[in-house]
T-cell receptor
Framework: DAKTTQPTSMDCAEGRAANLPCNHSTISGNEYVYWYRQIHSQGPQYIIHGLKNNETNEMASLIITEDRKSSTLILPHATLRDTAVYYCIVSRLGIIQGAQKLVFGQGTRLTINP | DTGVSQDPRHKITKRGQNVTFRCDPISEHNRLYWYRQTLGQGPEFLTYFQNEAQLEKSRLLSDRFSAERPKGSFSTLEIQRTEQGDSAMYLC?????????????FGPGTRLLVL
């Protein structure tokens, strides 16, 4: 699976939009971009995923560049509870005879400040 | 909320003891994964089940580790003769493979400390 590069840490003011970048320049055509976050001492929480079109759900928006080499996760109105480590993961689609082994990097530690 | 559950949430044991963790996946999910997370690192894949069959194991899973998923429902992860290096968070995730679409949902994890 392709590797990803994320900033180690970011800060954002409460109420503002948090934009988390991710580079995945070696992504291949059958790989999705997934975002998870992990709040301290909890299991990772699924946020959103996409292939090439922009995606939006109740938690966030995902913007993928046209060449698919990078993406941005947007939390539109960050709250203190959004403080967490955010992981950008590139993974193949589900394979009938193979595991979807998510490869977590170091992630971005996002701190939302009051 | 019928998410993934894990038990126990915390376990402290002495070196050399055996420990067993349990994971209850989301109902009707046909895939179940185990990951391990050490301090300051992201989770790492250990093994996965499709229904009751264990189809892949990481080389991280030494012969002291064994996992089962009887009847394709809950799963257990056992560590025999624990070592201090086994101290970590053990995470379980489940997913429903429908066609080629798959999203894993994680449980809260079991934090193991080996003294």
């Amino acid at each position: 699976d392709a590797k990803t590069t994320q900033p180690t840490s970011m800060d954002c003011a409460e109420g503002r939009a948090a934009n988390l970048p991710c580079n995945h320049s070696t992504i291949s055509g059958n790989e999705y971009v997934y975002w998870y976050r992990q709040i301290h001492s909890q299991g990772p929480q699924y946020i959103i995923h996409g292939l090439k079109n922009n995606e939006t759900n109740e938690m966030a928006s995902l913007i993928i560049t046209e060449d698919r080499k990078s993406s941005t996760l947007i939390l539109p109105h960050a709250t203190l509870r959004d403080t967490a480590v955010y992981y950008c993961i590139v993974s193949r689609l589900g394979i009938i005879q193979g595991a979807q082994k998510l490869v977590f990097g170091q992630g971005t530690r996002l701190t939302i400040n009051p | 909320d019928t998410g993934v559950s894990q038990d126990p949430r915390h376990k402290i044991t002495k070196r050399g003891q055996n420990v067993t963790f349990r994971c209850d996946p989301i109902s009707e999910h046909n895939r179940l994964y185990w990951y391990r997370q050490t301090l300051g690192q992201g989770p790492e894949f250990l093994t996965y089940f499709q229904n009751e069959a264990q189809l892949e194991k990481s080389r991280l899973l030494s012969d002291r580790f064994s996992a089962e998923r009887p009847k394709g429902s809950f799963s257990t992860l056992e560590i025999q003769r624990t070592e201090q290096g086994d101290s970590a968070m053990y995470l379980c995730a489940s997913s429903l493979l429908a066609g080629i679409r798959e999203t894993q949902y994680f449980g809260p994890g079991t934090r193991l400390l080996v003294l």
